[in-house]
């Protein structure tokens, strides 16, 4: 069930798209289950798998996630699964309408923040819905993050 970021509980995070906060403006962040193979699942338990230039599409089949990496499992067999196929995500109907209506709309776009495992064992991707940020944007985000870190030395440095 895909539901609002504050809900879940983090147990083992596979992969992180670390530049995701730096190139967009995150607006809702939801939790999707992703329907895998068991070589894939093998290979992420494993803790390898990449998501830094993946993104996620709404067509009328449903949520899928594009361009995300998740190699062959060592030990898989003629079985193994092809590393960047697209995985379909699990999310509600209503969820899926919504993401559908601000991509179209408001031209907003889909991220994926990190890979996980929740409490139950069970493969999980944090979806962002973003929008772009202009280049004068990330100088802001840049003078407001050194900021931060200064004022950080100044109260340790004081107190």
């Known amino acids: 069930m895909a539901r609002p970021h504050a809900h879940s509980e983090k147990v083992k995070t596979v992969a992180e798209n670390r530049r995701a906060r730096y190139d967009y403006f995150i607006d809702t962040v939801y939790e999707a289950g992703i329907a895998l193979t068991g070589t894939e699942v093998k290979s992420l338990r494993f803790g390898e798998g990449s998501i830094a230039e993946a993104y996620a599409e709404v067509n009328d089949t449903g949520v899928w996630l594009v361009n995300s990496n998740i190699p062959e499992f060592s030990h898989g067999n003629r079985y193994n699964h092809e590393p960047k196929r697209p995985r379909k995500l699990l999310l509600h109907?209503?969820?899926?309408?919504?993401?559908?209506g601000a991509v179209a709309r408001e031209g907003m776009t889909l991220v994926p923040l990190s890979i996980f495992f929740?409490?139950?064992?069970?493969?999980?991707?944090?979806?962002?819905?973003?929008?772009?940020?202009?280049?004068?944007?990330?100088?802001?985000?840049?003078k407001e993050r050194d900021w931060k870190r200064e004022q950080g030395r100044l109260l340790r440095d004081r107190g």
């Open 118 to 142: 929740n409490a139950r064992g069970r493969a999980k991707v944090e979806l962002a819905l973003a929008k772009g940020k202009k280049t004068h944007d990330k100088r802001d985000s840049i």
């Open 93 to 100: 109907e209503r969820e899926i309408n919504k993401l559908h």
